[in-house]
């Protein structure tokens, strides 16, 4: 009865304090999850409920780039609006692991949570970082008031490689802001996607009860190898652990979205949902030595999109699932099939809180809340997007549907993917002057990077 009556305290609570704040951002970032593996991006493997609701309530973003192929490039890409190859005085920042002295400097980069808490916003992050582990790149030093999770991949132990710990790494560190709170062992890390949930909903509740807007970003990790869920909870999915853990983000998701609902705040609420990157896809023998069923790829299992992480040439890698919503704001049910890119969510977060676009440095995101807010799939924020590697390779340039892949051996090849979104017909010698149009126009890319200059995402071509 207690617990009952403090929750619609704060819901009363809530409610007369939504009309003035700014609209509070839960920001789901799914780890390594692919194109198709939730329901309704067409899965017919796995059970997602929780997110597919998510999905009709709000809308689909069915041509959103991650905006790159692996973990800690795409998430630099999220956190400043700018593109790995521009980060760090244009050093960009590869995939980091527990012996790497790079990450975000917070000397050269800006984070959107600094910029939301000039606003007000109380910042979250829970789960995984990955963007720097020493203590000069951890989240507090990047805006967050508070921090619990692991600053590397759950696959970052011991173990590695092939359970010979010939890396020399220590067991994963479970942070709380700056500090190492505990070391993890394997049993430990399946347990930990059900501290972070429940860390999520207090500390939406203590936000609540203080009336301040608030930023929390779930950073998932289940879905990441290995591939490890809480005890009790295995075997629910048709499809091994990766099913499993699948279908318990689901679950985590829809506890969150519940709770959300209790705490009548769920029309001042924008919910995002992406993927950092997709999926993977072929085997990966010395993972199976480490963590066996937990990180055995059922090759049986065919994406939609060609390929999965570590690379940006083809859609696996940086093309995943995403969803919006805000009740009352956004049209429910909708489909939005414009090129967006993670990069955008840093100017989006910023117009919602009121924060202005640092000016100083090229912004390669788009503010996508007024093309949301219309419905209109007719509006778009660019019709050009650029594939680029952490370090500033071009792979691929994506102009309407064409597609132009800057392959391996100096060969290119282009695609329609209105006909062939799995990338399986190469008509490039069909189509010559669309090649070199967009090869050209790959070149301008490359030389925007160089220059410090903004992209040419916004082109006129001949066909």
Request: glycine share 10%.
């Amino acid at each position: 009865m207690k617990k009952l009556l403090f929750i619609l305290m704060l819901a009363g609570t809530a409610g007369n304090a939504s009309a003035q704040q700014p609209p509070n951002i839960i920001h789901i970032i799914a780890d390594d999850l692919g194109y198709d593996d939730l329901s309704c991006f067409g899965s017919k493997h796995y059970r997602t409920p929780n997110i597919d609701k998510l999905a009709e309530e709000g809308t689909r973003l069915t041509n959103f780039y991650a905006p790159h192929g692996t973990c800690t490039p795409s998430r630099v890409a999220v956190m400043t609006g700018r593109i790995s190859p521009r980060i760090n005085d244009k050093k960009g920042l590869g995939v980091l692991f527990p012996f790497s002295k790079e990450g975000l400097d917070p000397e050269k980069e800006i984070a959107f949570p600094r910029l939301l808490k000039n606003k007000g916003y109380a910042t979250a992050l829970l789960g995984k970082w990955h963007i720097g582990h020493l203590q000069q790149y951890l989240p507090p030093q990047h805006g967050f008031d508070y921090f619990l999770g692991i600053p590397f991949p759950n696959d970052h132990g011991p173990e590695r490689l092939g359970n010979t710990n010939s890396y020399g790494l220590d067991s994963i560190p479970l942070m709380k802001n700056n500090d190492v709170a505990r070391r993890l062992g394997n049993n430990d890390l399946a347990e930990l996607p059900s501290l972070f949930v429940r860390e999520t909903c207090m500390y939406m509740a203590q936000c609540v009860k203080e009336k301040k807007p608030f930023y929390i970003q779930y950073a998932n990790i289940e879905t990441h190898t290995p591939w490890f869920i809480p005890k009790g909870f295995e075997g629910r999915s048709r499809y091994g652990a990766y099913g499993d853990a699948v279908e318990y983000l689901d679950m985590s998701v829809g506890i969150i979205m519940g709770y959300l609902r209790k705490l009548g705040i769920e029309n001042n609420t924008i919910i995002v949902f992406h993927a950092d990157n997709g999926p993977l896809v072929h085997p990966y023998p010395e993972l199976e030595l480490c963590y066996g069923r937990y990180a055995a790829v059922d090759t049986t299992l065919r994406h939609l999109l060609r390929e999965g992480k570590y690379q940006e040439r083809f859609e696996g890698g940086p093309r995943v699932a995403a969803i919006v919503k805000w009740t009352g704001h956004i049209p429910a049910g909708t489909e939005h099939p414009q090129l967006l890119s993670g990069a955008d969510l840093f100017t989006t977060f910023l117009g919602l809180a009121g924060a202005e676009v640092p000016r100083d440095r090229v912004i390669d995101g788009k503010d996508m809340l007024p093309l949301l807010r219309s419905g209109d799939a007719g509006q778009s924020v660019r019709n050009t997007f650029f594939s680029f590697g952490p370090r500033g390779l071009l792979q691929a340039v994506r102009y309407n549907q064409w597609k132009l892949v800057f392959a391996k051996a100096n060969q290119l090849l282009l695609f329609n993917l209105d006909a062939d979104i799995s990338e399986q017909r190469n008509i490039a010698d069909q189509h010559p002057q669309i090649v070199q149009q967009l090869a050209a126009l790959g070149q301008k890319a490359k030389k925007a990077v160089a220059d410090d200059k903004a992209l040419p995402e916004n082109n006129r071509l001949a066909f």
